[in-house]
């Protein structure tokens, strides 16, 4: 019984030490980022575990198993100002040490991150960064930086968020190179040393006017990753189906000049693959060139039309740019419901023809068309583009056709010509008179039948003499309307 009590009281004696052993004995930070941490020894058979909880965590995690008992923890999760805990436990005791906490202090600037790629999104007409994330886990984001020197700045949330697409848009107009400059921080926000200035793709295109000469031109493009293995040129021509590829080496040349096949060419797209040994690539903006030729006339209109029945014509006044000295000057004319334009005149004024207004008269009518349509053109300096003005249109009036033939000369007791009768083209209704007056006024024939004719004779049958006669022929037609016919009449003999 004595044996079994000193027994007793060894074994809980044992429980107390043990208990009260197991504590932390030290623990401070020693260097940036490294803990140290000590304590009592229970045993030499005695393993120890470590556990570890961040201040955004809700749970201890074992970070180590040993049998010393000092450990130094480094971290590779950075923390700005926060305390980490610790507490230890121990293989065959259940008990638990007391937490200590460790103050961290991030004083060491952010690992920068590494370029990857700056390329137009072709898509959206935007250039799109792209680049390897900074090795360091507290990484918060990252700085952009645009200009050289740095005018502006915008933020990327996250650490693997590594892709920024660009608010400027590219077009013909704004096609320029942009210079970007990355870094990174943390949550301290401190932040990397920033990587090299890298820059798009950029592809000039050019003309001389009245050329057939294609100039091309581009930037070397210094940001891709294992270097550059060549840049490639793709262009295509108006009516084309398919790009035309031109490649060339990593060292350039970064000019290439092409003849286009014919003057009349206008328009033109183009753009430029940079691409590496891994086929990563980077592209340029594609533009959409258009040729320029030669300056036109400003304004051009027919601002005038006059028709002439008399002898059938038009006259056009033109009004067009009077600093187009020196150009020739087109007419086109369609006729009633053909809208083909045929050219039916050209002309050119010199500058000892400052006026603003031409004239042309179009003589070349023809009655039996109704509808005349004109406009001008005037071509470029390189006589290859022609300009048009407004179309101007002309109706013409309606031919009359006469409602009466009445015979203007008479010969006395000719069979044929020897008689006095108009002739009327549409129908009559009653109420038809026929007045035959001498040059003093005096009545001397008088006729309600169509039949009877004036013979040269008087009221009694007695001849007249040569001479001019007035007549006045009254008539109501079928269509309910009334006219009156005047004129002269010659009497021969």
Known sequence: MKRLFILLFCLLSATVVSAQSLRFTYSAVVANQVGMLSWAKVSDSTTYRLHRMFHDEDSYVCIATVTDTVYFDTLHRTICGDTVNYLLTASSIADTSSPVGLFYQDNVPTSPCSLRLCSVDTALGQIRLSWYPSPDTDVMGYYICMGNPCLYYDTVWGRLNTTYLCSELLNRFNNFEYNFRILAFDSCYQASPLTPYYHNPRLNIHTEPCSRMLQCSWNRYINMPDSVLQYSLYYKLQGDQDWHIHRFGPDGPFAFDTLIPELAISHLRAYLAVTNPDSLCAFSIVQDFYFEYGDTADYLQISHLQYDERQPSVTLTLEVDPQFWGRHCYIYRATDSSDIFEQIAELT??????????????????????????????????????????????????????????????????????????????????????????????????????????????????????GVYVYKARCHHADGSERIYTGTVTLLR
């Open 349 to 466: 004024r010199s500058a000892t023809q400052p006026e603003q207004y031409l004239t042309y008269t179009d003589y070349d009518i023809n009655r039996a068309k109704s509808r005349y349509v004109y406009r001008i053109g005037t071509p470029d300096i390189c006589g290859q583009w022609i300009k048009y003005s407004d179309t101007v249109q002309l109706l013409l009036p309606e031919i009359k056709q006469p409602d009466a033939y009445i015979p203007n000369v008479i010969i006395y007791g000719d069979p044929d010509n020897g008689r006095f009768c108009p002739l009327f083209l549409s129908p009559l209704a009653d109420g038809y008179s026929l007045d035959i007056y001498n040059r003093l006024g005096a009545h001397i024939f008088h006729s309600t039948s169509l039949t009877d004719c004036w013979d040269g004779n008087d009221f009694q049958g007695r001849p007249l003499p040569q």
